[in-house]
T-cell receptor, first 117, second 110 residues
Framework: DAGVIQSPRHEVTEMGQEVTLRCKPISGHDYLFWYRQTMMRGLELLIYFNNNVPIDDSGMPEDRFSAKMPNASFSTLKIQPSEPRDSAVYFC???????????????FGPGTRLTVL | RKEVEQDPGPFNVPEGATVAFNCTYSNSASQSFFWYRQDCRKEPKLLMSVYSSGNEDGRFTAQLNRASQYISLLIRDSKLSDSATYLCVVSEDGGFKTIFGAGTRLFVKA
């Protein structure tokens, strides 16, 4: 398996622009997570999905952020409009359901490094 | 008070040393506990789960103290390759809502 795939790996954009981050979880994983990592705040859980349904989005910072999972193999995190304080590394992670052998482990993608000028 | 607190370090130790990290968490209802490792500019990766009875994986030993709400990680015989940031992770909500500590940086020197 290729692991969790994220694109783009790097994104530089200007304030006010729309940004879309993409994630392909590991095949067969029932849960998908979006995280944001900054020096100041560390790694923060933004939202997670179970079987394509958002379960907890309490970590989403504000209405400018939205996430979707239209099918089991694809998710997007959108920021519209983007602001300089959104600059961070955004990670996507996936894990098995509770019946899996290694259900405790979250597998992270390589991340998208976002810079908003 | 942060939900998961760690000493940020850095810890600078020579090869072969034993080093210990501690982590405290605020929610007594937390259900699952982990240590993740993150190399510079890389994604976090699971190092080990932490069980109530304590568990060992080679040179790494993890302990959980629910009464005091802290978790520890002990690394014996440190290697240069152990240099990384170690993240303490606590899960709520049936083990899915994960809260990461800010991480402890370790540098192992030759």
């Amino acid at each position: 398996d290729a692991g969790v795939i994220q694109s783009p790996r790097h994104e530089v954009t200007e304030m006010g622009q729309e940004v879309t981050l993409r994630c392909k979880p590991i095949s067969g994983h029932d849960y998908l997570f979006w995280y944001r990592q900054t020096m100041m705040r560390g790694l923060e859980l933004l939202i997670y999905f179970n079987n394509n349904v958002p379960i907890d989005d309490s970590g989403m910072p504000e209405d400018r952020f939205s996430a979707k999972m239209p099918n089991a193999s694809f998710s997007t995190l959108k920021i519209q409009p983007s602001e300089p304080r959104d600059s961070a590394v955004y990670f996507c992670a996936s894990r098995e359901g509770t019946s899996g052998r290694s259900y405790n482990e979250q597998f992270f993608g390589p991340g998208t490094r976002l810079t908003v000028l | 008070r942060k939900e998961v607190e760690q000493d940020p370090g850095p810890f600078n130790v020579p090869e072969g040393a034993t080093v210990a990290f501690n982590c405290t968490y605020s929610n007594s209802a937390s259900q699952s506990f982990f240590w993740y490792r993150q190399d510079c500019r890389k994604e976090p990766k699971l190092l080990m789960s932490v069980y109530s009875s304590g568990n060992e994986d080679g040179r790494f030993t993890a302990q959980l103290n629910r009464a005091s709400q802290y978790i520890s990680l002990l690394i014996r015989d440190s290697k240069l390759s152990d240099s990384a940031t170690y993240l303490c992770v606590v899960s709520e909500d049936g083990g899915f809502k994960t809260i990461f500590g800010a991480g402890t940086r370790l540098f192992v020197k030759a």
